[in-house]
């Protein structure tokens, strides 16, 4: 899936590609047939490469491809990513965040099950997760130790809660919405919040970007104080209901 974008004033074309994780980053076919990449995370990456000038390819992938065309230097970057230790070997991430995600548990709504904030407590509880994301350090050091099955995307994990197969499921309320309003007689998302994590643009070491990733520190920072991200992410945040 392929979408160009450009500005008035061109400084340099970049390709960066990213997962298809609705609202975040999807396609849009258009009146005219054309397919665009549309989403919060892409609005924000392109505001501030439009800002700077840059013209900018698309492509939507599966998230390991994803990774290593970043990883070999076959793309310049990412528009929105989990920070990792690994991925920071060949990544080389925004100082800026592009914003935070809450990541919950979602159950049935019979359901009786209980989280007090520590996941070794959940040993024995089949959780769903979605193939290719990532839950935060805490989530990672008892990994090993759960019991986790790997799912597709959120639909697919909330068919297995329903079918009780798991008993919930992990994800944040924007990557889980339109399943949840599909199955809102059946599911309910856990109130407390598993971890809180930070997205950020990552580009390639590979590509020798730092000249960029400065700029677009700098003119994320400027959009910030101006008004103007908060007024894109807010626009998003009320769409979905997101507090």
């Known amino acids: 899936m392929l979408v160009f974008t450009s500005c008035s004033v061109v400084a340099e074309r970049y390709h960066f590609a990213d997962v298809e994780a609705y609202p975040l980053a999807y396609s849009k076919t258009l009146a005219n047939g054309e397919t665009e990449v ?9 505001l501030v490469m439009h800002r700077l000038g840059h013209t900018v390819k698309l492509e939507l992938l599966p998230g390991k491809r994803v990774l290593l065309l970043a990883k070999r230097g076959m793309i310049d970057g990412i528009p929105f990513l989990y920070k990792t230790k690994q991925r920071e070997e060949y990544l080389d991430y925004c100082e800026t965040v592009l914003f935070h995600e809450k990541i919950h548990f979602y159950v049935t709504k019979d359901s009786d099950f209980q989280f007090d904030g520590n996941l070794k407590t959940l040993i024995q509880t089949p959780l769903a997760i979605i193939l290719g994301d990532t839950y935060g350090e805490a989530f990672n050091t008892v990994r090993h130790q759960l019991t986790l099955i790997e799912t597709q995307d959120v639909g697919a994990g909330f068919r297995m809660l329903i079918n009780r197969r798991v008993e919930a499921v992990l994800s944040t309320p924007l990557r889980s919405h339109n399943e949840l309003q599909r199955y809102q007689k059946q599911v309910r998302k856990y109130p407390r919040v598993v971890d809180e994590l930070a997205l950020y643009v990552a580009m390639s070491k590979k ?10 520190d700098d003119m994320f920072q400027q959009l910030k104080l101006s008004g103007e991200v908060q007024r894109v992410t807010q626009s998003w945040f009320e769409r979905f209901r997101i507090e």
């Open 207 to 216: 590509r020798n970007l730092m000249p960029l990733k400065k700029a677009f």
């Open 38 to 46: 549309q989403g919060l995370a892409i609005e924000l990456f392109l």
